[in-house]
């Protein structure tokens, strides 16, 4: 039951991008079809998951036995940068055909802030390792749901005639907006 | 370019929100009240400042194949510093603003300033640059804050202007989309008509 209530409180209730404000780059910038919204979708999954296990494991072993929790901040940020780095180059060497899908995503997840974001959040909620599993994959669906709604939406947006004002960002900005207000229809689910 | 240029891009020409679109989850996620903006901003300006004096002074020392974790640690360092002193002295603002602190790492404008002003600019420059960013994103923050503030609440820095209530919709998290892409189109409308 606990589980059930992070998923869908990860996935629907606290949004990551539509409610957290995390991850928003990555959001505006690459969402423009769906398929590379699926690919974007896959390698966040990856190493989000990846991440938060390494980090909380640092947490656990190393930050706290040692008390310089206060170095969360820079050992984080370093082991993300290190970790995309390491996943690019086994991806290479294991599974091309899964390293060409996702490969020109993975440079840009280091300053994905929903990576560092999650991370530091499990800390913050005090979850046990395999709480920790289930709300990093749980977020990073959530992150993939809403890319892809959004992307749906802006393939279709590219055929309306909007004022001059509005053309590009404005309008992605509004279509967002009400997105996000779709997704306050679950709050009070979880 | 001169000093004045410098410091003066990041307000309107080059400005980090409104213009190159940098930095877009703390402009979303804090900027419910105007005073939460405001923090957020002058922590930013705090992290870009520092790190840009640093990173224009040890440039020359760093090999080019690792500046960007180089770049990546001093920023944190400076992250960290503010997180503690805010966690001290404004314990509050530091409460409303939470996870978006830390987050400044991640800030695509630091680090993009790093990348491609600092590294190729002397002290002197590098520091208004940072600074003007960092004061042009303040402002942005500060002025989406404010518009979020008034018609969600109808106060402004926490007074009251009306006696009643707002659009609720504004100090929740669509209002923020809302009101930042409307204030993105009209700036654009301004521009072009101007």
Redesign the interface.
Known sequence: MEYIIIVFGAIFVNNIVLNQFLGICPFLGVSSKVSTGLGMTGAVTFVMTIATIVTYLIQQYVLVPLEITYLQTITYILIIAALVQMVEIILKKVSPSLYQALGVFLPLITTNCAILGVAILVIQNEFNLIESVVFAISNALGFGLALVIFSGLREHMDLIDLPKGMKGVPASLVIAGLLSMAFMGFAGLV | MNNMQNFSKGFFKENAVFVQ??G???T??VTSTAINGLGMGLATTFVLLMSNIVISLVKGFIPDKVR??AF??II??F??VV??VMAGYLPALHEQLG?FI??I????IV?GRAEAFASKNGVIASALDGLGMGLGFAMALFMLGSVREILGNLSILGIKLVDADGIL?FI???????A???L???I??VK?TA
């Open positions: 679109l940098l877009m989850c703390p979303l996620g960007i974790p990546i640690v944190a360092s992250v960290t997180d503690l996870l830390p987050l790492v991640v800030n695509c680090l919709l929740l998290p669509p209002g923020a989309f809302l930042l892409g409307f993105i189109a009209f654009n409308h072009k």
